[in-house]
Antibody, heavy 118, light 111 residues
Framework: QLQLQESGSGLVKPSQTLSLTCAVS??????????WSWIRQPPGKGLEWIGY???????YYNPSLKSRVTISVDRSKNQFSLKLSSVTAADTAVYYC??????????WGQGTLVTVSS | QPVLTQSSSASASLGSSVKLTCTLS???????IAWHQQQPGKAPRYLMK???????NKGSGVPDRFSGSSSGADRYLTISNLQSEDEADYYC?????????FGGGTKLTVL
């Protein structure tokens, strides 16, 4: 059974870079047909897609965040990562990693809260 | 880029049925969507993938009480025999040109 586990700093200072990793177990990140996503949810608000990396290594980002986002994969560790630069308080959210079949999200991690504060 | 519109809230009585709606923006009425459930304090859970034809594929372990249907640009999630654990936020999701979009979510209250 697929499991996705987010990890990283829960507190980031304004203007710094948020870094999160998603460890994948019960499945290979190199399996064809899957996308590996980051999605966030500010407190009390809805879901916002950040971006994903496809099994081929191609990356696609939310246009509103594109200039600040990098998603990468480490196949040797079966994990993928998110970097979001120049963070502000508006980036405070629960961050979820997820797997999609094609583009459709089908599996979610448990989420990790990241707070941006000095 | 498609836009998904959902009512902000809905309510129904325990044991009854409720039909939630997700509406696709103009020009995107044929798009496939997915429905997700988010119970309070928990991560979202994938419920189903729903096509414009009304055909749907549910995720593993999703109860038979959950079903999907479509009409034009509208995509529906019907929950029958409502249980207390169905009280949750429900989000629809779609995708286009390598972009993913979520609806604003519907908060379902079970009375």
């Amino acid at each position: 059974q697929l499991q996705l586990q987010e990890s990283g700093s829960g507190l980031v200072k304004p203007s710094q870079t948020l870094s999160l990793t998603c460890a994948v177990s019960g499945g290979s990140i190199s399996s064809g047909g899957y996308s590996w996503s980051w999605i966030r949810q500010p407190p009390g608000k809805g879901l916002e897609w950040i971006g994903y990396i496809y099994h081929s290594g191609s990356t696609y980002y939310n246009p509103s965040l594109k200039s600040r986002v990098t998603i990468s994969v480490d196949r040797s560790k079966n994990q993928f990562s998110l970097k979001l630069s120049s963070v502000t308080a508006a980036d405070t959210a629960v961050y979820y990693c997820a797997r999609g079949w094609g583009y459709c999200t089908t599996d979610w991690g448990q989420g990790t809260l990241v707070t941006v504060s000095s | 880029q498609p836009v998904l519109t959902q009512s902000s809230s809905a309510s129904a009585s325990l044991g009854s049925s409720v039909k939630l709606t997700c509406t696709l923006s103009s020009g995107h009425s044929s798009y496939i969507i997915a429905w997700h459930q988010q119970q309070p304090g928990k991560a979202p859970r994938y419920l189903m993938k729903l096509e414009g034809s009304g055909s749907y594929n549910k995720g593993s372990g999703v109860p038979d009480r959950f079903s999907g249907s479509s009409s034009g640009a509208d995509r529906y999630l019907t929950i029958s025999n409502l249980q207390s654990e169905d009280e949750a936020d429900y989000y629809c999701e779609t995708w286009d040109s390598n972009t993913v979009v979520f609806g604003g979510g519907t908060k379902l209250t079970v009375l």
